[in-house]
């Protein structure tokens, strides 16, 4: 196993182009999680999936956002009509089931620049 | 609800010296407390974590970290530093109770190691 995927590394758009970023958890980690990190500052959550069920999602994730999980393994993380403030950095991470704490294994994010 | 406060944005320090990174928590509930590190361009890797029992928690490359429950603190030591520590290092919070489906991130600390 090569640990969490995603793809692309790097994207640069317009504003208001539509983009997509696809994540590839370890296999069997059940949970998944998509972060953002804009410079200078630690990840903020975003949203969060058991299997395929998205069970919560952050207040910073706007109508503009979206993220799914079809079958319980890949995720993407959709952005529409993008804007300059989405610029960050797209982390996700994935875990088994975190009943004593178990930590959230990182991919080496997407880095989205809107230009 | 949770926070994590990184006392120190950034912390210079001599190669072979000692460094304390500082990490302070509030929660009202019991927690789970991790460090990770994050080099240039990177996804998130684990440092070390506390879940229960000895408060003194050991971890890779040297690291250890104290948790200590009456000053929610969860302060990260090396005893001599390398040049390949510089990074940006982030303490986590998640919530023990209730099994921790998400993690909230302090601001980071940089830490810069000088020759």
């Known amino acids: 196993d090569t640990g969490v995927s995603q793809n692309p590394r790097h994207k640069i758009t317009k504003r208001g182009q539509n983009v997509t970023f696809r994540c590839d958890p370890i296999s069997e980690h059940n949970r998944l999680y998509w972060y953002r990190q804009t410079l200078g500052q630690g990840p903020e959550f975003l949203t969060y999936?058991?299997?395929?069920?998205?069970?919560?999602k952050s207040r910073l994730l706007s109508d503009r956002f979206s993220a799914e999980r079809p079958k319980g393994s890949f995720s993407t993380l959709e952005i529409q009509r993008t804007e300059q403030g989405d610029s960050a950095m797209y982390l996700c991470a994935s875990s088994k089931n975190q009943g004593e704490g178990t930590e959230a294994f990182f991919g080496q994010g997407t880095r989205l620049t809107v230009v | 609800a949770q926070s994590v406060t990184q006392l120190d944005s950034q912390v210079p320090v001599f190669e072979e010296a000692p460094v304390e990174l500082r990490c302070n928590y509030s929660?009202?509930?019991?927690?789970?407390l991790f460090w990770y590190v994050q080099y240039p361009n990177q996804g998130l890797q684990l440092l070390l974590k506390?879940?229960?029992?000895?408060?003194l928690v050991k971890g890779i490359n040297g690291f250890e970290a104290e948790f200590n429950k009456s000053q929610t603190s969860f302060h990260l030591r090396k005893p001599s530093v390398h040049i390949s520590d510089t990074a940006e290092y982030f303490c986590?919070?998640?919530?023990?109770?209730?099994?921790?489906?998400?993690?909230?991130f302090g601001a980071g600390t940089r830490l810069f190691v000088k020759a």
């Open positions: 999936f058991q299997n395929e069920a998205q069970l919560e």
């Open positions: 986590a919070v998640s919530d023990g109770n209730t099994g921790g489906f998400k993690t909230i």
């Open positions: 929660s009202s509930v019991s927690v789970y």
């Open positions: 506390y879940l229960s029992g000895s408060t």
